[in-house]
């Protein structure tokens, strides 16, 4: 072995933080308000045993188990069992994901991009770079647990103890560090940047689905996910502490293995061989239209399986809906009762409302991606040749509607399925389908919006996203948070009508119609007349 | 007949005028080196000449037709390499080559095949393991793979190795010898002069010599190397004589085209042992106008003929 090999680490440490000096806080305050505010809100949602105890007995089926993990202290359900059943799991995903985005950022991505040879050609060890990353992201999800630990502590709740609270801090810190040690390995395998960060959530998704399939059938199963041993903790219940120095032993095996890889392979190169790909192009992908769809390929697919899956587990709760309502403040304020419908039915209204928003995502993502093509200057190798800017527009353009259609169909397919097999009085799937299928002009309009952006202010078409998420704020917590009702009216989802509570009003549709026909139509037009930049 | 033509281009970015009357003509057959510094607007121009950038004024006309309202149409006829190809990271070169051509309309199979192999390509890699050179390559395959009237070429071998440089020089030789029309802008000044039949400089946004290589050289000096069998003497007070150094026995000196003449009948009564001269590359012609942004260009220059 050479020698210095973690010469001036402290300086590339300093250069990381640097480079990062907004994003680690961004991250941190986000997730340590989150955690710290539903913490808070628990106590004034549920505010007695009682209520705490009925919302424990809908938690005891195998979905919610599935999905939150295992119920530790369901017979004497206090916030704090309540707050580690119910956001620990998910909380620490956010951070195996944080830990997994900045890994990367700063091994393979900053490799790839040529930036380490540049470092390597200095005096700098070898392992410099590696060693000052993990050292940083250490750091910060130690302070991210002494953050949630102190603050859910100073909440000065009865039933969150310092002990437990630094545990439930030490419990995300400790996802943080498994991960970043599972990425900086990846980093050492894979070849590509793309490839680490999905290597890495793969890993995510085995652990959590592991820990999900584990929880529900055998437990054993559960010990081979890191995210198991992180529920196995039973924060605020019994408080042990042995699951976290057992993961942050596996992530220092795993940080030296990834140390030991770094040391011994050359600058660029991957354990994982890419493998060498097509010679000629397949005739789906000579097109315009061919090439959009394969550069979205991936992405398509999992937002197809992702929004399939979302709509069913809002499916497996339809069972136990109407007693977890009767005796809950929050949703009877979400949801003022109607006479003539369920409450299941409902509920529907506002989980389509939800669902339809969602599933806009993928769609805005197709749109956006003209855009994103033609910031890397890679539109201009289409338009230099025989494509007009219409069928390059065009392309984008259908693939969003496409799969906007196709994601909504398929998040409403799955909570029918889903749903029907667990209520007693299913709900016919017509109803359920035409329930999701209303809000598609919202999403045209969405859509059209991207497409106007792109074509008037393509630097500001980040826009979209805000007014997306302004939505989702006004339409899923305008009641509970009693907004005016002139906040609501500014978002289209505001505008579908709320089916099969309300009757299908078609002018009101047309309308949202027409609309976002005009705004597509003026996107369009200016982006054929403007400068492509880039 | 002239190919590509472009009357009087203004391109206005804000406040900023990045082309101050660009005017610029291809005609059938030729090759148009396009030179001038980094920012002079040679990227501006071809970016116009491609309906990418709308010009703010003036008019731009390949194959007489407007190259913003029929770009499309153009660009069936036209090939284009960028100086800086970004390509998709997960598509293999074989696949973008095949799109490129696909796009364009025409499809020549075996031309492509050929071209790989001159070119030593590994079609099979995908883009994001490229280097510079290799990306370059992909670009310059897929143009010369189509049946084009004009190529445009942005700067094309930038990263080619001179080997590759060498196979890039024959294929644009190999166009011309087909009647096909080329733009050529570039850095590589002996590669301009090897390929093209006539050069535009622009600076700052305008064109500021427009010509065949033998006119342009007859805007600027020609160097002399002479020993004469008496001593050379009062050569410095000749009109157009510049620069005279003293080396062993023979007197070097720069002299201005008009002159050369009168200069050499005074040198010849000295009696002339031996006489070099060498034309001035078009690497002086550059120096000369680049180093001259403080200095007047002389008058007379744009497009004198």
Redesign the interface.
Known sequence: MSKQLYKNTRILSGLIVRRDRVRIPVWLISLSTLTIIVAASFTDLYKNEGERQAIAETMRNPAMTAMVGQGYGLENYTNGAMMAHQMLLFTAMAVAIMSILLVVRHTRADE?DGRIEIIRALPAGRLANLNSTILVLFGVNVLLALIVGFGLNALGIESMDLEGSLLYGAAIGATGMIFTAITALFAQLS??S?GTIGFSITILLIAYLLRAVGDVSNEALSWLSPLGWILGSEVYVNNYWWPIFLTVGVASILVVLSLYLNAIRDLEAGFLR?K???????PF????LG?AL??QRTGLIAWAVGTFILGGSYGSVLGDLESFFADNDMMKNLLPPVEGFSLTEQFLTMLMSVISMICTIPPLMAMLKLKGEES???T?????????RIRLMGSYFVISIVSGFAMLSLAAIGLGAVGNSVMEEGIAFGRLYSAAMVYLPAMWIMIGLAALLIGVAPKLSGIVWAYLTYSFFVVYLGGLLQLPEWMSTLSPYNHIPKVPVEEIDYMKLFILTIVAIVIIAVGFIQYK????QG | MSVLKTTNLIKRFGAFTALDGVNIEVNEGEVYGFIGPNGAGKSTTIRLLLGILKATEGEARIFGMDVWEDAVDIHKRIAYVPGDVNLWPNLTGGEVIDLFVKLRGSNNKSRREELIKKFDLDPSKKCRTYSKGNRQKVALISAFSSDADLYILDEPTSGLDPLMERVFQECVLEAKSTGKSVILSSHILSEVERLCDKVGIIRQGKMIETGTLNELRHLTRTSLAVETKQPLINLNEMRGVHGVEKKDRALSFQVDAEELDNVIKYVSRFGILSLVSTPPTLEDLFMRHYEGAGKTPKAGVGGAK
């Open positions: 790839e070849e590509s793309r890419a060498s790909g097509r010679k000629k192009a397949s992908l000579l097109s315009p090439l394969r550069l890397k200057n890679r201009e190798h289409l338009l230099s040749r025989a494509v007009s007349n403007r400068d492509i």
